[in-house]
């Protein structure tokens, strides 16, 4: 019982200060288009669609097709590029939150029913008999596309489950060393285990451009550096297969994600580059929910806050919005939303399935 006080007393302590920043930390101008009523990502010119037009901001060159792609972002990312794979470099956060995110993923696909759909059919679609164990490649008969994949963490993790992965990114610099990691691993050869993994230098739209789907897009703390959040999520959505899931991550835009991921993480512990974070470009999951929702053409099944522990120095799910718990068992598992979601978290949907057309016998 003295244990689960001292919890309580923890969770109410990050409670307050959670309100003491929300009342002291001005919400800047920039951020204001995400917090009128009702919040639409068509209410400012970030987040207006410009999938048909050219863009002329100062970031990309107006004849540019590319434009989702934020080039200051990709330079700053690229930049970095030959530490991806240090475990104690700039990236270092990213690493401790992969299991997390490899367990929400794996979680999200059981419950859409994608797992035992594509399992059961893998050695019947090949025509040959099943030759690797379930259990352990979890993932096999799935594709997976990883937008904005950076150096490989969660492809090369996906890959390792079974899954034939995709990672795309817009910097040739990330791509090269993530193929160069790649190599060093015999299971992501598509030969010793059923996962194989390809990497592409190309843009979301123009891999949309070669009229390809999968079953399951993710694209993980990438919407929060693209120039155009609505194109973005309009071209995510397509990628996907009907029936198929699309999975995404980012941070929520309140005082307490300011604190932890700019203030904290960037200006005082260096836990990563001073500039690698813009709060004004963060996404709240209600927005996230209704952007997804109308853009991607996908129904939103669940959101689901995760934290970094810094007694345990690792990240933890908390309980999502349908009442289920995490299965962490950490302090940050015991907490929900709204203040689970007030950082950093994930969301979860579903594409339907595909309509045929109805032809009039009359006509």
Known sequence: MASIGRITTRI???????RVLRRSIPQPATARFLTT???TFHSHSSFNDTTTTTTTNNNNNKEDAIYTVNKEEIAKFAAMSDEWWAPQGPFKMLHLMNP???RYIRNRLQA??????KNGAFGAESGKKEEFSVGRFPLQGLSILDVGCGGGLLAEALARLGAKVTGLDASI???QMARIHAKKDPLLNGVSAPGSLEYRHQTAEQLLEQGQQFDVVCSMEVIEHVENPAGFLKVLGQLVKPEGDLILSTISRTPLSYFLTIFAAEHVMRMVPVGTHHW???INPDELHKGVEELSKCEVLNIQGIGFNPLSGQWELTRSRDGS?????GLLGLMGPPLAEASNYFLAAKKP?????????SS
Not at 12 to 18: I, K
Not at 112 to 117: I, N, P
């Open 280 to 282: 004004s470009k963060y």
């Open 173 to 175: 610099e990330n791509i």
């Open 353 to 361: 399935a595909a309509t045929t057309a109805t032809v009039d016998a």
């Open 12 to 18: 109410t302590r990050v409670s307050s200060l959670h």
């Open 325 to 329: 718990g995490s299965t962490e068992g």
């Open 100 to 102: 997390p995110r490899i």
């Open 112 to 117: 859409s029913g994608a797992l035992s759909k």
């Open 37 to 39: 009523t009702p919040r």
